[in-house]
């Protein structure tokens, strides 16, 4: 029997089992495609800056910055400092400081370009992270004031062409404008710093430094030195810290002055990649399981062949053949599929992976050795195995107990795997919840801000805006919704207890705008009038600030905060619930609003409500009247849903991944459920037949076969919830405001498993129930 003959009976042994091939290949080309989209999603994070040669000597300044009412790490470093710094320390070969914005527009010819990040940095960047020169120089671009570099998108999106040395951009940020272009560039996808613009830096205008160490340095040395060296922070409290690269990737706690650096949270990479290998293994099981229901016909086969002639080296041949046949033309298909789905996949993880990347050597070795550990072993077990067992063996081992107790702990675990899926999916929709009621602050607001010498003057402005389509109210601000912040000592006036007092100024329309609510409002409004200057504090700054069992209704700022008359001015006439600005992980600050019946001279921000679907035909209007008076003069404007969304992206990416996960593993576990029930039906045909005959119903049958996989589905919750319960909880720790887990949260996981379990089963037993009379007949 040679190699093409072993071929065609495979083929010949597939096309007599449509059903178990097109469940095997669905359920294993769906588990290899997840699985490697975030094998390799893992690898490109964890090999961030990969193709930096100087990574490893590389370290970023981080100290402790006060933040809401908590401590936290930040990367800000005053740039004067800098030199001052490295000077202690010889080791050090230069530093890197630069100043970044995001989402920066730019005009060309007429014409406006957005979404853009820029870097200011100093001439020593290139030393620090690698750029390729596509047209001239980078270096040209960080030595000469005026000058810009861009990136290769950059230059094909507002040029169509790489070919634009010497053309200007106006850049619309205040004190840059008009720039040539001296150089193009490109760099490599996983370097944590992506820019698109790159102009040279004014020190003192600098927000973070990294510095590079000499070669030959030793690194923990040097960072244990420089720890002892206990160098003051910005505020006094604390000192200096450095971090390398692939730490500070991997602290999305840090507060990151460097707008175009990426954080990623390590828990979601492992989270994510448990949940692919679940996926995978529920593929893997769906294969083990419906091959049991055809291994009697193969080893009916392979005795025909031997009586035949085969040797047993043939039919190890074959049965090797059929195995990786299968797992091979999984893995070429997954290749579609991953290609199709990558666009999606790169937007639900914010990721730029190719299939050339999939296809290189930090992935595509990994996946090969993936797929031949998938194939190779279990197909070099089944050739041996089976070839030497005879029917009555197999009957024995495989169509009795043994065989009813392997299938069902792999059903089993697969239930486990989707109802822990489903759980989590339910936990984090919660903590999305919370997310979700605090966006009624924000929805469909924008901020504009207003320059000092722009035109008109406010009060006409809001009259223009008033009369602009889709505009629903307007008012005026100090600050808007995100105001500037004051460092004060907590109760005991310690400067080590420093809390971050948010100051508000602003109109009672203000409150109503971004429903702020009031825990007694009638009292607020009737000792506003009364009130030469009223002001609100939030819950917090009651629990902080004013003595336990105080009521600071009636009491003057002052009171509470000791600092500048200025800043403390106005008498409490009433405390606002508190809301979220930040991160569900960010504790709530205190504030002071300062209640003013008119619009202040310091009001220099526009509030603006915009009717549902009106936003970006708004800001155009907005943005076409602004610069036609004030050339040269660029809008100033936030989008305040999105500034309060990007705060939590990490836990909506996170819920987006886990819901397809959740709902590919129940998708496949159904599958395979009715290719097991397939089969099952059909080898108990005659049993089915008999209790018919002896009067059993319909409705008895359908039982006796939901009963095993009720029961399969019952042990897998029991299992589950502790498992996930307990997994969840600790994750829930690391928000400051978080959901409870509770039985609703597992409940319902269950009730749809048992539901769309009966369903599946139904579809199969339900004829048999039916129709099913006459045991000879229905044996054959």
Not at 344 to 370: G, R
Not at 470 to 491: C, D, F, Q, R, W
Not at 700 to 710: A, D, E, R, S
Request: charged share 20%; hydrophobic share 45%; net charge neutral.
């Amino acid at each position: 029997m040679n190699s093409y003959l072993s071929l065609k009976l495979v083929m010949r042994s597939w096309k007599r089992n449509k059903l178990f091939v097109a469940i095997s290949l669905v359920s294993l080309v769906v588990g290899i495609a997840c699985t490697t989209l975030l094998m390799a999603f893992v690898i490109h994070e964890y090999n961030v800056e990969n193709n930096n040669p100087n990574k490893n000597r590389i370290l970023r300044l981080v100290q402790t910055l006060p933040f809401a009412q908590q401590a936290v790490e930040g990367t800000f470093i005053y740039g004067g400092t800098v030199p001052q710094i490295v000077s202690q320390f010889p080791e050090i070969e230069s530093y890197l400081r630069t100043q970044t914005f995001k989402n920066v527009r730019v005009k060309i010819e007429g014409q406006e370009f957005q979404s853009w990040s820029l870097v200011a940095a100093d001439s020593t960047l290139t030393a620090f992270f690698p750029f390729h020169n596509i047209v001239g120089d980078v270096q040209d671009a960080l030595l000469k004031p005026g000058d810009i570099a861009v990136s290769e998108l950059f230059a094909k999106k507002c040029f169509g062409t790489t070919d634009c040395i010497g053309k200007n951009v106006d850049i619309l940020l205040s004190e840059i404008g008009i720039r040539r272009i001296v150089a193009v560039f490109s760099q490599p996808e996983q370097s944590m710093m992506q820019t698109d613009i790159l102009l040279p830096l004014e020190a003192t205008e600098s927000s973070d430094c990294m510095l590079l160490l000499k070669e030959g340095t030793d690194i923990k040395k040097f960072r244990q030195r420089f720890g002892e060296t206990e160098l003051p922070t910005l505020l006094g409290n604390g000192h200096l810290r450095t971090q390398t690269l692939q730490e500070s990737y991997f602290d999305a706690t840090v507060k990151d002055s460097n707008q175009v650096i990426k954080h990623q949270q390590s828990t979601l990479l492992g989270v994510g990649l448990l949940s692919a290998l679940l996926i995978l293994f529920i593929g893997c099981f769906n294969f083990i399981n419906l091959n049991f229901s055809r291994l009697l016909r193969q080893v009916h086969m392979l005795h025909i062949e031997s009586i035949m002639g085969a040797t047993r080296s043939q039919m190890r041949q074959q049965l090797f053949l059929d195995t990786f046949l299968m797992v091979l033309v999984a893995f070429l298909l997954s290749l579609l599929l991953m290609n199709d789905l990558l666009p999606a996949f790169n937007h639900m993880v914010s990721a730029k992976l190719t299939m050339e990347y999939l296809f290189s050597w930090q992935v595509f070795p990994l996946i090969l050795l993936f797929i031949i550990i998938l194939s190779v072993i279990p197909a070099s077990y089944m050739s041996h195995r089976l070839h030497s067992i005879s029917e009555t063996n197999y009957r024995h081992f495989f169509t009795g107990r043994k065989k009813r107790f392997i299938v069902a702990l792999l059903v089993t675990i697969q239930f486990i795997i989707s109802i822990g899926l489903m759980s989590t999916f339910m936990i984090i929709r919660s903590q999305m919840y919370l997310i979700k009621q605090e966006e009624k602050h924000y929805e469909n607001i924008i901020n504009v801000y207003t320059d000092a010498n722009a035109q008109p003057t406010l009060k006409t402005r809001i009259d223009e805006v008033k009369n602009i389509e889709g505009v629903e109210a307007v008012i005026t601000s100090n600050t808007g919704i995100y105001p500037m912040s004051l460092g004060i000592p907590g109760k005991d006036d310690s400067g080590d207890n420093l809390l971050m007092l948010e100051l508000y100024e602003d109109c009672p329309e203000f409150l109503t705008m971004h429903h702020i609510e009031l825990q007694d409002s009638l009292q607020i409004f009737h000792l506003m009038s009364r009130t030469p200057q009223p002001a609100l504090i939030n819950e917090t700054f009651v629990d902080l600030l004013v003595p336990e069992g105080e009521n600071p209704i009636g009491q003057p700022i002052s009171k509470y905060v000791h600092e500048r008359e200025e800043l403390t001015k106005g008498t409490i006439i009433g405390i606002v619930k508190d809301f979220k600005k930040y991160s569900m992980t960010d504790q709530v600050a205190p504030l002071r609003i300062l209640l003013y019946d008119t619009p202040q001279d310091n009001f220099s921000t526009l509030v603006i409500k915009v009717k549902a679907g009106y936003k970006d035909k708004v800001i155009n209007c907005l943005r076409e009247s602004y610069e036609k008076k004030n050339p040269g003069i660029p809008l100033k404007y936030d989008d305040m849903y999105q500034k309060f969304m990007s705060y939590n992206q990490d836990i909506t990416h996170f819920s987006h991944i886990l819901f397809m996960y959740a709902c590919v593993s129940i998708f496949l576990t159904l599958f395979g459920l009715f290719g097991i029930t397939h089969y099952a039906v059909s080898q108990r045909k005659r049993e089915i037949s008999i209790r018919k005959i002896h009067g059993a119903s319909a409705r008895q049958i359908l039982w006796l076969i939901n009963y095993p996989f009720l029961s399969y589905v019952g042990i897998a919750f029991v299992v589950a919830v502790p498992v996930i319960y307990l997994f969840m909880t600790y994750w829930l720790q690391q928000f400051a405001y978080h959901a409870t887990p509770n039985a609703f949260h597992f409940l319902l996981p269950l009730l749809f498993t048992i539901g769309i379990t009966c369903f599946t089963i139904c579809l199969n037993g339900y004829r048999v129930a039916v129709t099913s009379f006459h045991p000879r007949r229905n044996s054959q």
